[in-house]
């Protein structure tokens, strides 16, 4: 093989992509360069077992020898033990890959076990904290590029994460750190003097256990209450803070990293949660973040999968069929200390080192399996010993780094030995049903057809929702940060359905099962950070049953701004091809253009205003990214979140947006833009207090023009949890709600914020918000411009649908319902005197035709039941003429039947099937010459500012693996 360039380091949360090996004869002989000294041992593959193994205990007590085996024996041994099992208790993942890590959820599923990672004895409290507070935090590249001030807090990277500051932090250069180490200063707090503290400008020595008071002093300085601190804290002299605290307000981006030192001392999870309100504290000042020093190289990966497939980090019960989430009930060393596991499954960790010693001696007493490429001191009194795979060299798979970006390790040589998830893996029967390849057809023959009786009932094609936030990192961050919402949503596993949970951010399967209890087969991904999209690739093949696609972010990248600077429309459109084809994207997403990059310095844009550095304008880039996308046949066009979402008075920037782009030209026959939530951006008035509903406006725009197609947005009352793109927005919501808030910035690409919020119909301006959402369905003519939303989870779940469609079929409903209101609606929206009633033809077409058309899937056998149509079709135990608003509502929550490409997945409200929806991605097919021109320029912006490598950015096939691909040629 030779030389093999842009390898992935398996070792820590760094996760280093930069690192060059040389490969001879299936073995890597030479580390060349990239790696640290324990970086180059691991890759290098020394010391490790050679042959599974099983313990031969003679008698009771007795450790007994250790008896080389086959795989088949040692795997077969291990499942007996498990199967045994009362209580089993599955404990690691951080040093695998994900593959392996859904597969032990699954196996932690089938046998009623608690699974557990090693989160709960590292960052288990920082997570604790995030799920308290929240945890304004970034990318590392965003630290690299942007920050002039950085604060290691109870770490030592120097000696624990050895490439952390040369590639992310204080040595590294960036585009506004261009002079590294020169023009940043660092501060670093520790209980002794490390060697990174040798390296600081400013080094506070702090007492043992004493982190949480400093915290305390620093917050009360950066708000102004110098009077409050006395002259020590925590071994700390107040000048020195004081100092510290200068540092921090005269910053232009300052981050904080925190590490064990402040996790494990006393305070635990209360240190971080001060610590996360500092740099609130210092954000009223300039833009602060905050990151924890992950170890393990996937422990942020086993904590992102267990979310997405359980709803909950780490700790988690299955035993009752459904998740239970309890730390400190169900970690892994309390159940240990209690005794009450019966047998445990180790992988790619060693509690036998780590752990307390009451939780090791009672680990030694019970059947212990082990799953691991290097011997470590579990190995010592394990019964079962299986070698794996050495992920990273011998076997490939995704990881994320300490930031929650995605990375895939990459396989080097071939090897005997089997990886983690072929290890672990729960393998189930599988079954080929073909009906007529799930297309609609004009008739059947055979004698032998399955015939559904229908009559009396309504039936529709599969529902198409045009915009969801259902997968990826910000929605997986919702779910982490909200235990309580993971709580409300429980249901049990069954022979069909794996565990469910969640209200406002289900998880994955429960994604699924409920969008096809109401009968929509297809989804849209309506945000898509490119640097993170295999994350949401990779859930989006978690959710069962729904066809789906993603839409990636475009509009605050860096290269997108620069071409929109030059006027460079065909090497914008040469690098929007790219994006499509690296992330697997369908088309262009849009969010709040140039205020999220303006985020990154703590600031927010108008349509007008110029972008800080790149001297554009939002408005430049919306017709710019517009022309862009029609120089291919894109099925969709831009689809648009416009700036000063949620601001009184916004109607008139969604107008502007509108006519920005009213004379380009498109390639198919189609609308040119999509604006999304269009509730959020229909506000009249100057402030909250004067704010009235501007939904006519909007509509009567709507009306009068062809260009532009709209969803609505719709609230539904209660409580929800709020995630964007748009980062100063969200900022701005937890500053009104005071509730906990999560940002976290994408280094030269978007950022993301996430707060609850809670919908009141006995607060006026949530009562004018609940309006607008149905006065813009209502009032705009065509069926054929609007579609139904709720943009979920933001004004509300998916599952409120039923309710929306009931209110637009039912004018007496929405009476009732105002009625219950604040007096606001009778005053301030028109929804009380608007009479139209929507027909179901009107319903079909808002949440199938229109949305179908709208995206260009009506092309590919979506919204319709034509011939060629995909056999996706939804009937509903209801009658054509039925108008009782409470029989509609209850009608279109649980379907009589989905059929999903010709398969019966629900029935009778039920689901009774989850086979694999697809992925459809777009290929737009553009020039070579312009391709090669832009790349120039694209990996000029690798090599300098990103902080993972070109060649380790796109999506590999692996993560689509049931692909439908569109490609969109060139028009000019």
Not at 465 to 490: M, Q, T, Y
């Amino acid at each position: 093989m030779g030389e093999v360039t842009d390898v992935v380091c398996s070792l820590c949360g760094c996760v280093c992509d930069d690192i060059v090996v040389e490969v001879e004869d299936n073995e890597v002989k030479k580390v060349k360069k990239g790696a640290c000294a324990v970086g180059k041992s691991k890759l290098m593959g020394h010391g490790r077992i050679k042959s599974p193994a099983v313990r031969e205990r003679k008698g009771e007590g007795e450790s007994g020898e250790l008896r080389e085996c086959s795989y088949d024996e040692a795997i077969k041994k291990a499942a007996e033990i498990l199967a045994a099992a009362r209580r089993p208790l599955l404990y690691g993942w951080s040093s695998t890959v994900c593959e392996a890590d859904k597969v032990g959820v699954e196996l932690a599923e089938e046998i009623g076990a608690v699974i557990d990672n090693t989160a709960s004895v590292c960052h288990g409290p920082s997570v604790l904290a995030i799920q308290d507070v929240g945890l304004p935090s970034c990318t590392l590249g965003e630290v690299k590029n942007r920050a002039d001030l950085v604060i290691y807090w109870g770490a030592n990277p120097a000696a624990a994460h050895a490439n952390h500051m040369k590639r992310y932090s204080f040595i590294s250069k960036g585009f506004w750190t261009a002079e590294g180490k020169k023009a940043k200063k660092l501060v670093v707090v520790d209980v002794r003097k490390t060697a990174t503290a040798k390296m600081a400008d400013v080094f506070l020595q702090i007492e043992q256990g004493k982190d949480y008071l400093v915290f305390s002093a620093l917050r009360a300085l950066l708000y102004g209450y110098e009077d409050v601190v006395p002259d020590e804290v925590g071994g700390v002299s107040k000048e020195e803070l004081l100092e510290v605290v200068k540092m921090m307000k005269e910053a232009k981006f300052g981050m904080t990293f925190f590490g064990m030192g402040v996790t494990h001392t006393g305070g635990r999870h209360n240190n971080i949660v001060n610590a996360i309100q500092m740099t609130r504290a210092a954000h009223t000042h300039t833009k602060f973040s905050i990151m924890p020093m992950r170890g393990h190289y996937n422990v942020a990966g086993i904590n992102q999968v267990c979310t997405w497939e359980t709803g909950f980090p780490f700790a988690v019960d299955l035993s009752r069929g459904y998740p239970w989430y309890n730390p400190g009930e169900l970690s892994a060393t309390d159940l240990l200390i209690r005794r009450e596991c019966d047998a445990a499954l180790i992988i790619a960790s060693d509690p036998g080192a780590h752990f307390p010693g009451e939780s090791v001696r009672h680990l030694a007493k019970i059947p212990v399996i082990q799953i691991d490429p290097f011997p470590n001191p579990t190995t010592e009194f394990a019964d079962v010993v299986i070698p794996a795979a050495v992920s990273g060299v011998e076997a490939e798979g995704n990881v994320y780094r300490m930031d929650n970006i995605p990375i895939r390790l990459r396989k080097l040589v071939e090897t005997e030995y089997l990886a983690d998830e072929e290890i672990v893996g729960v393998k189930g029967e599988k079954k080929e049903i073909c009906i007529r390849d799930g297309k609609v057809v004009a008739e059947l023959k055979s004698p032998n057809v399955k015939v559904i009786d229908a009559e009396g009932r309504v039936v529709m094609p599969g529902g198409v929702d045009i915009h969801s936030h259902i997968a990826g990192g910000k929605v997986n961050s919702g779910r982490l940060f909200r235990p309580e919402d993971g709580r409300k949503g429980v249901a049990v596993r069954t022979k069909v359905c794996r565990v469910q949970s969640g209200y406002s951010v289900p998880n994955t399967f429960a994604t699924g099962y409920r969008y096809a209890k109401m009968g929509y087969t297809f989804v849209m991904e309506a945000a898509m950070p490119p640097l993170a999209a295999r994350h949401t690739h990779e859930e989006l093949v978690d959710i069962p049953i729904l066809d789906n696609a993603a839409l990636p972010l475009i509009d605050n990248n860096w290269m997108t701004m620069d071409y929109v600077k030059t006027g460079d429309t065909d090497l914008l459109a040469a690098y929007v091809a790219w994006i499509m084809k690296a992330t697997k994207g369908f088309g262009v997403k849009i969010v709040n253009p140039g205020g999220t990059e303006a985020w990154g310095w703590g600031k927010n844009c108008g349509l007008t205003d110029a972008v800080p550095t790149f001297d554009v304008t939002p408005a430049e880039i919306i017709k710019g990214l517009a022309e862009a996308n029609e120089r291919f046949e894109m099925p969709h066009s831009i689809h648009v979140h416009t700036n000063m979402l949620g601001h009184p008075g916004n109607f008139e920037v969604t107008k502007a947006t509108y006519d920005l782009v009213k004379g380009v030209k498109t390639a198919k026959d189609r609308q040119v833009i999509h604006t999304t939530h269009t509730q959020f951006h229909s506000y009249g008035g100057t402030n909250w207090g004067d704010f009235v509903s501007k939904a006519d406006a909007i509509s009567d725009y709507i009306n009068q023009n062809e260009h532009a197609t709209i969803d609505i947005g719709s609230v539904i009352l209660g409580d929800t949890t709020t995630m964007t793109a748009d980062g100063p927005m969200e900022y701005s919501l937890h500053q009104l709600t005071g509730r906990k808030w999560t940002n976290h910035d994408v280094e030269l690409e978007t950022g993301s914020g996430i707060t609850p919020f809670l919908y009141s119909g006995k607060v006026s301006v949530h009562t004018i918000q609940w309006a607008i959402g149905q006065e813009l369905a209502l009032l705009v003519k065509d069926p054929w411009k609007v579609a139904l939303t709720t943009d979920h989870p933001n004004a509300g779940p998916f599952i409120g649908y039923p309710i929306l469609i009931s209110m637009l079929m039912s004018k007496k409903r929405r009476d009732e319902a105002a009625e219950e209101m604040h007096s606001a609606i009778f005053k301030r929206a028109a929804l009380p005197s608007i009479d139209r009633e929507y027909d179901l033809n009107e319903i079909a077409i808002i949440t199938r035709g229109m949305t179908a058309k709208a995206l260009g899937l009506h092309e590919h056998g979506k919204g319709h039941l034509g011939v060629g149509a995909d056999a996706d079709v939804a009937i509903y135990d209801i009658s054509p003429e039925e108008r009782d608003a409470g029989k509609i509502q209850k009608a279109f929550l649980n379907t009589k039947y989905t059929i999903k490409g010709g398969e019966v997945v629900v029935k009778d409200g039920e689901v009774v099937a989850t086979p694999a929806g697809k992925t459809y991605f777009v290929t737009p097919e553009c020039d070579e010459g312009l391709t090669e021109e832009m790349l120039v320029k694209l990996k000029d912006k690798f090599e300098h500012y990103y902080s993972v490598n070109f060649n380790n950015y796109p999506v590999q096939d692996a993560y689509v693996p049931n692909p439908y691909e569109i490609k969109a040629s060139w028009s000019g």
